[in-house]
């Protein structure tokens, strides 16, 4: 088999590192560039153990990107920021496939919005993957099964570990002021709200919190139906609707974060209705670095490749 190669730029963060340990043990893929100012020249085996070659961060401007001729790139950059390395592959006349793990191409119909369970069907060779957001693969995939029977806005609140505001230190990622606490931000309009807004196409109200826990997200959403419903027959509507899906499994009980931290899936359960069936709650759980991030990168790269989905994915869900 001859390897793909990837480069990555933005490897300092908790994602760029989880890429790092996929894409080293993957047997299709040859991680070849690894950008990072502020770990330019460290050996990469240095930060990321698991692996085990001899390459070293750089610092690469955008220009020197098309020079490596590498066959894809990941952008783990801040929102924003992205634009600069995609304009100037372009203007190389270089046509590698790009990841961007920002928001900054979600919103932009000429980008492949890859979050595979619910769009895969509409992938058809692009070039260009928007990965979702952490929060809003969860939202989406809690709610994607009900879709045709909602009623009104869904209401969302999540509360996600720490690791979700990076490592440029902030409120959000201050272990000593998230001790026993539980801070809510940016309650109406979030990015992830928009996101999901746009791409499901019904109204979601979200209010995003962060814990003390370090990784992990448990999302639980509210939802308003046309008619009444059965509890059986909601949760036979999400088993139909993921079976097969080797990263998602459907449970009786409310996932716990705890469990799902570390691996690479999606659990949904706990799915509860009010008496009078119109109401319906589910709570989904997802690791924010993994399949909230560079686990879903490499299935997207897998899938512009034509590997199989979830080659190189460890700890498959079934």
């Known amino acids: 088999m001859v390897k793909k190669t990837i480069g990555i730029v933005g490897a300092r963060g908790h994602t760029g590192a989880e890429l790092i340990r996929l894409l080293a043990a993957h047997p299709g893929f040859e991680l070849a560039a690894v950008s990072s100012r ?13 692996y085990g070659g001899g390459l ?3 610092n690469l401007a955008p220009g020197e990107l098309a020079g490596l001729g590498l066959d894809a790139w990941v952008l783990a950059l801040p929102n924003a920021k992205s634009a ?5 592959l372009a203007t190389a006349g270089v046509d590698p496939v790009i990841v961007d793990l920002s928001a900054d191409h979600r919103f932009d119909d000429g980008w492949y919005y890859g979050l595979p369970e619910l769009t895969r069907g509409g992938y058809a060779g692009q070039r260009r993957i928007a990965n979702p957001g952490c929060y809003a693969s969860a939202m989406q995939l809690a709610v994607a099964p009900m879709l045709e029977l909602l ?12 690791s979700g505001a990076g490592t440029t230190p902030s409120e959000r990622n201050d272990p000593d002021k998230l001790r026993d606490n539980l801070m809510p931000y940016a309650l109406v309009d979030h990015l992830h709200e928009r996101e999901v807004t746009r791409h499901l196409g019904t109204p979601v109200e979200f ?8 990784r992990g997200i448990t999302l639980t959403a509210n939802m308003h ?14 088993r139909g609707r993921y079976a097969g899906e080797p990263l998602l499994r459907v449970t009786g009980d409310a996932p716990w974060v705890s469990d799902i931290a570390g691996r690479h899936g999606v659990e949904i359960g706990g799915f509860t209705l009010s008496a ?26 897998n899938l512009a490749f034509g590997y199989p989905e979830v080659q190189g994915v460890p700890d498959e869900l079934h």
């Open 276 to 301: 009078d069936g119109r109401r319906l709650v589910v709570v989904a759980t997802l690791d924010n670095l993994l399949k909230g991030a560079a686990t879903q990168a490499l299935q997207n790269l």
């Open 84 to 88: 600069p390395f995609v304009d100037a």
């Open 207 to 214: 209010m995003p919190h962060v814990a003390p826990h370090f």
């Open 151 to 162: 009623e009104g806005p869904v209401q969302c609140f999540g509360v996600s570990g720490y």
């Open 38 to 50: 502020e770990l330019d020249g460290q050996r990469v085996a240095d930060q990321v153990p698991e």
């Open 56 to 58: 070293r961060y750089a």
């Open 225 to 238: 139906l046309r008619e009444p419903m059965a509890l059986a027959d909601v949760e036979a509507r999400y």
